[in-house]
C-alpha cells in the first residue's frame, strides 16, 4: 500500500515539474521574441533581496552556503550531515534523513535549532524527526553554527550551540525588466544503497513581487556496511522471506518528498514574506530505535517582515506547524507476538499529534557608530499528545486484558510547553581594534500534561505506575536565564583574539519529564539516544546550567586566501540531565532506590536524573593555497580537527555519545570549471564510555573520499566515491544496532554490536538551471 502510495506521489510530482517546466519554458520563448523587438537589450541581472541581518558573528561561528551547499548534498539527503564539515560539529546516527548534530558533545534539546527563524520540535519518543529533518538540503541558502559562546540574540532554552538554517532568499528582476523566469531540475543516485531522487523548483518574479515553487523526493533501501557484522538470516522469525545479508544495515532505508511554496513582497527596505512546507515519509527506518517511522505528515506557514530604517531594523515573524507522526515495526522488525489460542498482538502502533505556535519581535538600533542595542521578544505554544492504540484492538474470547489491550496507552496526554522570552543585547566598537558583546536573555518555561493510563487498569500491571503518576502536580514553571559578555581584539589585520563567557539554561523536554510508565516494554519505546536501553522521566528535573568559557585565535592573510583558526573551551553543567539505573521488578521496574550487580553486557533500564557534568576540548580548522600552475590549475588544503572530552562530575562516568578525537584533510584542485578533491576522514577508537548505560566501544579509522564537478552554462555535474577502499568502521555515535529481530523485547535482541557505517559508493548527480 505505502509503495503503491509512494509510486503515486513520484507521478504526481513529475507531472507538477513537467508542467511547470513547459510552461516556464514557453513563457521565456515568448518573452526572448519580445525582447528582440525592443531597442534596448536589459542585461540578464538577478537581483536578491538582501536580508536585514544584524546579528552578530562570533569567530568561533561557521556558516555553509553557495557552492559549498551543492558539493555536499550531491552526497546525501540527511541536512545534518552537511554540518560535518564544520569545526566543533559531530552527528548522531539516526535514520536516513534524520541525523541529530551535535556540538561540543552537547546535541539534540541541548542546541537551539531554527528553521527559517521557527522553532520546530521533534513529536516522537525517539525524536525521529528533528528540525533539520524538514528541510531538504537542495533548499538551503545558508547554515550558520554558533558553537559555544552564542548572542543571546540568537539563543535560549538550550546549554549547546544555535543552528540557523535559512532557505533561499527570493529572486527579483532586475530594475527595468518586466519579469523574471527561473527554476532548476536535477536528478542524482547513490550506488550503495540504491538511492534515487530528484529536487526541483521554479520562479516567478517582478521588481517587486516574488513567487517560487520547490520541492524534492527520495527512496532508498537498506545501505551495506563493508565487511559482515552480523550473522546472515531472517530479519525476524516472523518474516522467513526477508532474508538480511550479515553486512545489510537492517532498518535504514527510506522514503521522503518535501514541497514548499514561497511569495516575496518587496517595497523599497521593506519585505514581507510567506512561505508554506509540507513533508510526507511514508517510510524511515532507524537502525538504532525498536520502532520505524511508517509515516510522518508535517505542515507549515511561516510569515515574516524585514524592514530597514533610519535608526536600524525591524523584523517580525509569525509561523504554525502541525505534525502526524505514526509508528510501528518496520519490514526488518518483528511484526506479531503471540500465537492462537492466546493473544495476538499484530505490531505496536505509536502515535502522536502536534501543534506549534511561534511568533518573534526583534529590532536592532544604532546608537550611534560605536554602539548597537539588540532588542527582542519570543512566544511559542507546543502542544503533543502521544497516544499508543491498543493491539489487538479486540481481545479474543475469555480475555479482560492482555497484550496490548484493551486501552489507549497514554504516553504524554496533552502535553504543553509555553516559552516567553525577552532579551536585550549591546554591541559597542570604542576603538576599531576592539569589539564587546554583552547581553541578557530572560525566559519562562511553563509546562503540563494531563492524567495517564496505560494499556490496562490492572494493578500487577499499568494501573500502580498511572496512579502514582496521576497523584501528583504536573504543572511545572521555570525562569531560566541567559548571559553573555565577548570581546573581540584585532590588533593587525591578520589576527584577531576573541574570548567570552555565558551562562545558558536548558528546560527539560516533554519526554524527561513526563513520560511516567515503569513497564520494560514502554521504557524502550521512550528512547531518544539510539542506545538501545529503556528509559523513564522524572517529574522532579530542573532546567540545566551551563557556564561556558572560550576563546579564539584567528591567524589568517589579510584577505583571508589562508587561515589558521584555534579554539579551546570548557562548560562547567549544574543539574545536567544523565541517567541513572533502574532495579528490574516483575512487570515493572523501581527507580531512584540504590542498585548493585547490575550488568555490564546487556541492555538496562534508566532514569532520567539531574547531575553535574563538565565538558572541555579544542577545534582547530585551517585552509591555505599551495599552487598555481597554468593550465593546470590552482591547489589548495583544508585541514579540521575537533576533540571533546565530556565527565559527569557527580559518579565519575564518562558522558555519552562523546566523539573521540576526528580530524579531515583536504586537497582541491580547480581549473576553469572543474573542481576535483581528494579527503581522508580520520577518528581515534571510542574508548571514553558511558558505564551506566553500556555504552559500545568503537575503533578509530581511516577513510577516503573524492569528489569532483564540472559546470557548464545552466548544467553541472557531480561525482563522487564515498569511503574510495570500502573500509569497514563503526560509527562512534551511531548507537547500539537494534535493527531488526524481536525489538520489543529489552534483551531479546544481542547486545554490543554498533551501527557501522556506510561501504563504498558510486554517487552522481545532475543539475539544469534555467
Known sequence: MGRRKCNRTYKRVAALVGLITLLTWGARATAEEEKKEEVTTLKEVVVTSTAIDSVFVPLNASIVDGPKLQSLSSATNDTASLLKELPGVSLYGAGGISSLPVVHGLADDRLRIKVDGMD?????????????????????????????????????????????????????????????????????????????????????????????????????????????????????????????????????????????????????????????????????????????????????QNLRYLGQFDWGSLEARAYHETVRHDMDFGDDKQFIYGAPPGIVSPGMPMNADSRNLGGALKTSIDLTRQHTLRLGGEYQYYRLHDFWPPSPRTLPPGFTFGGMAPNTFLNINDGTCVRQALFTEWETRLHPQWLTLLGARYERVKMDTGDVQGYNNVAQGFEFAADVFNARDHDRTDHNWDLTALTRFTPTPMLSLEFGYAHKTRSPNLYERYTWSTNSMAMVMNNFKGDGNGYVGNLDLDPEKAHTISGTVDVHAADRTWEFKVTPYYTHVTDYIDARRCLQSGANVICGVPVSNTPTNQFVLLQYVNQTARLWGVDVSTHMPLARIDRVGEFNLAGLFNYTNGKNRATGDDLYNIMPLNGKVALRHRLGSFDSSVEMVMAKGKNNISDVRNEIKTSGYILANLHAAYNWKTMRLDFGIDNLFDKFYSLPLGGAYTGQGMTMGLNSIPWGIAVPGMGRSFNTRLTYRF
Open 120 to 300: 520546530l520540535i521533534s513529536a516522537c519518543p525517539n525524536h525521529m524527526t528533528p528540525p533539520l529533518s524538514y528541510v531538504d538540503p537542495s533548499d538551503i541558502g545558508s547554515l550558520k553554527v554558533f558553537a559555544g559562546i552564542t548572542p543571546v540574540s540568537v539563543g535560549g532554552d538550550s546549554i549547546g550551540g544555535t543552528i540557523l538554517l535559512d532557505s533561499p532568499m527570493p529572486i527579483f528582476a532586475a530594475p527595468g525588466e518586466t519579469y523574471r523566469l527561473s527554476g532548476h531540475l536535477s536528478s542524482f543516485y547513490r550506488s550503495n544503497n540504491k538511492a534515487r531522487g530528484g529536487d526541483y523548483s521554479a520562479s516567478f518574479a517582478t521588481e517587486i513581487f516574488s513567487a517560487t515553487y520547490s520541492g524534492s523526493v527520495v527512496h532508498a533501501d537498506n545501505y551495506t556496511a563493508s565487511g559482515t557484522f552480523k550473522p546472515a538470516g531472517p530479519a525476524a522469525v516472523d518474516k522467513p522471506g526477508n532474508i538480511l545479508d550479515g553486512d545489510e544495515v537492517g532498518s535504514s532505508s527510506y522514503k521522503a518528498e518535501n514541497h514548499n511554496l514561497a511569495f516575496a513582497l518587496r517595497q523599497a527596505n521593506h519585505l514581507f514574506e510567506v512561505k508554506l512546507g509540507y513533508q510526507y515519509i511514508p517510510e524511515q527506518g532507524f537502525p538504532n530505535q525498536r520502532m520505524d517511522i511508517i509515516s510522518n505528515t508535517q505542515w507549515r
